[in-house]
């Protein structure tokens, strides 16, 4: 991370995850973090699935789109500014052969506030290369891009 970047080190985190993942019948997996906290996973429909519990790839994109709201939160925190809304919609293309990476991640954050445009845009761009680490690893092997929305409070 560059030296002049602003954030506290306070948010830093680099310890390792653990976690252990125990089938739990059918196409169906528990996973349980390293302080407790459970995760139900389960196959999508097309392969065995029953469709009433996320598959590996939603919680993928769910985490991509959490650690980026969350990061943007504090950041606008730090401004000062709390939004009434925000909200993260992603589109996100596959690479059509084996492994089927996501190629190209496209974000539409839109928020409200007292926010600037200017202000958004460098919250996004630092976020995304910087700050969230699961869109840094989109990114090494895809193209991430982001477009934000700045409406009214409702």
């Known amino acids: 991370m560059e030296n002049d970047m602003p954030w506290d080190k306070a948010r830093m985190e680099f310890k390792p995850v653990s976690m252990t993942v125990s089938h739990t019948g059918g196409m169906t997996f528990t996973a349980e973090t390293s302080s407790g906290l459970k995760i139900p996973i389960d196959a999508h429909v ?84 910087h700050l969230c680490p699961i869109a840094a690893m989109f990114a090494s092997v895809g193209t991430v891009t982001f477009e934000h929305h700045i409406v009214d409070e409702q």
């Open 46 to 129: 097309h392969l065995g699935g029953g469709g009433t519990t996320p598959n590996p790839i939603e919680y993928l994109i769910a985490s991509l789109g959490g650690c980026i709201g969350i990061k943007i939160l504090l950041s606008l925190s730090d401004a000062g500014v709390t939004p009434g809304l925000l909200t993260i919609g992603i589109q996100a293309e596959r690479r059509q052969e084996l492994p089927a990476v996501f190629e190209k991640v496209h974000l539409v954050v839109t928020v409200s506030g007292f926010v600037n445009r200017h202000q958004v845009s460098d919250i996004m761009t630092r976020t995304l290369s």
